[in-house]
């Protein structure tokens, strides 16, 4: 499974592809495929996204799990505040930071 990411533009924070535009919950990612480039070139050149990249992760029954730990910090925030997360990543049972 490939997943977008990137900064919003105005707000700067990490956002997810969810198929019509971007959220901030990794939860709503889809899978982009073989389009992510394409996609990528659009919301660039839109100006809604910034530093757009296309990572793997494997689907999981609470949704997309990025297979690289950089994106997983990214996924849910702060690793020594998980209450900051989006969402709050101890509320949601995630342990799969590390």
Do not use: C
Request: net charge negative; proline share 5%.
């Amino acid at each position: 499974m490939k997943i977008l990411t990137g900064n919003d533009l105005k707000s700067g924070a990490v956002v997810w592809w969810d198929g019509k535009g971007w959220s901030i919950h990794i939860t709503d990612a889809v899978d982009a495929g073989e389009n992510a480039e394409n996609i990528i070139a659009a919301e660039d050149a839109a100006r809604r996204v910034n530093a757009a990249y296309a990572i793997e992760a494997e689907q999981t029954e609470d949704g997309p799990r990025p297979a690289h730990i950089k994106d997983r910090v990214r996924a849910l925030g702060p690793t020594i505040r998980p209450d900051l997360a989006v969402p709050a990543a101890d509320k949601m049972g995630w342990d799969w930071v590390i």
